[in-house]
């Protein structure tokens, strides 16, 4: 109990800083690739700033209501992980997050939030199928949707679970690159929001490879700054691609790798019940 309290709490303080950074490494690595002007890593905390800074009259009480929400959402998601608590759970508290901040953009009578909100939901049909066949992938593997017991059950996920590990791989370096065209501090918590989600994202990363050992633990780490260059290599040369050819990519890789990985653990329980 005292870990999970432990975990839980330094991903409240230690997220957004983490997440921020990883945010200004990301945007610097391509400034230079696509021959624009280099920003400082620390360009995302300056942003926020000038977004707070920036919110005054000109304020939609409906969107900053529901961006807060959302936000909110995200907490619990990511301290329910850490607190090792059940994948289902904290997906579906991850759904509502994204559905709120799409509520919110549709508050707004501009045509530009209008069409935030629209890419918004095409991003949660994008990847949450995917992160559902994770969690069923996790269960039918070590017969448990909890986390704490997925870290630290001596068994790795990744080699059982690889064509799963994949497709996530590949569709959660997709799944934050929705632009929103909201207002001040509607867009400050917004942008911190995906902070948070982006070291939440890692931790799905990190739980293929964990199996309560040190060695788990250093082999996970190093998984997850793989998927972090994974990510910037996807987006760098990908990032121009319509939502709707990332959503037709996403649903291929989910019935391609994740439903087949299902299938195939499944085959030993169906060869059972026939014996």
């Known amino acids: 109990m005292s870990n999970s309290i432990i975990l839980m709490a330094a991903y409240l303080v230690f997220a957004p800083i983490a997440g921020g950074i990883l945010a200004g490494i990301e945007g610097k690595i391509n400034a230079k690739l696509q021959g624009k002007e280099v920003t400082s890593v620390m360009q995302p905390f300056l942003n926020v700033f000038k977004f707070m800074e920036e919110y005054g009259d000109g304020a939609n009480k409906a969107q900053e209501f529901y961006s807060k929400s959302s936000f909110v ?11 090792g608590q059940n994948l289902l759970l904290i997906i579906f508290t991850l759904i509502i997050s994204s559905v709120l901040r799409a509520v919110g953009a549709y508050c707004s009578n501009s045509p530009y939030a209008q069409t935030s909100a629209e890419q918004e939901l095409l991003k949660i049909m994008e990847y949450k199928p995917m992160m559902l066949i ?12 909890n986390v704490a017991e997925i870290v630290t059950s001596g068994q790795q996920a990744f080699v059982p679970l690889i064509g799963i590990f994949m497709g996530s791989v590949y569709i959660l370096a997709k799944s934050g690159k929705s632009s929103f065209e909201i207002s001040n501090k509607s867009l400050a918590f917004i942008e911190i929001s995906r902070w948070y989600e982006n070291i939440l994202f890692k931790g799905f990363v990190f739980i293929f490879f964990a199996n309560g050992t040190l060695t788990g633990v250093v082999i996970g780490l190093a998984a997850c700054v793989a998927a972090y260059s994974f990510e910037i290599f996807v987006n760098a040369c990908y990032g121009d691609e319509s939502r709707q050819f990332t959503l037709c990519t996403s649903w291929t890789l989910t019935i391609a790798l994740g439903v087949v990985n299902i299938v195939i653990l499944y085959i030993p329980n169906v060869i059972m019940v026939i014996n």
Not at 134 to 145: C, E, Q, V, W
């Open 134 to 145: 994770t969690a069923i992938g996790f269960y039918l593997l070590k017969g448990s949707f």
């Open 73 to 83: 959402f995200v907490l619990i998601a990511g301290s329910l992980f850490f607190a």
